[in-house]
């Protein structure tokens, strides 16, 4: 059974840096195209950055461009995200995803950025 469990949420002030992972389980992580997706509080899901199958390419919404790092272990089966320079829009509940087109099915991970 596939399985992705998002962790590393919590509260963090403006200007901090937070550290999300992905353990992924029942699939081939190494095979797969991976992405992060946030949705906000009463708002749509957005999505944030992708990472080819072998971390050779990232790609970040412009919205976290230069803030936001994308990363992956294969060989742990884990997705990464490191947030820096965070923002209050940068609040809501963060999930990892093969298919970023389609609403998440995994738990996801509360980051709430706050003073």
């Not at 080819?52 to 936001?68: E, I, L, P, Q």
Request: with cysteine; glycine share 10%.
């Amino acid at each position: 059974q596939e399985q992705l469990v998002e962790s590393g949420g919590g509260l963090v002030q403006p200007g901090g840096s937070l550290g999300l992972s992905c353990a992924a389980s029942g699939f081939t992580f190494s095979s797969y195209y991976m992405s992060w997706v946030r949705q906000a509080p009463g708002k749509g899901q957005e999505w944030v950055a992708s990472i080819f199958a072998d971390g050779s390419n990232t790609y970040y919404a412009d919205s976290v461009k230069g803030r936001f790092t994308i990363s992956r272990d294969n060989a742990k089966n884990t997705l990464y995200l490191q947030m820096n320079s965070l923002e209050s829009d940068d609040t809501a509940v963060y999930y990892c995803t093969k298919d970023p087109s389609h609403a998440p099915n995994s738990r996801g991970t509360l980051v709430t950025v706050s003073s």
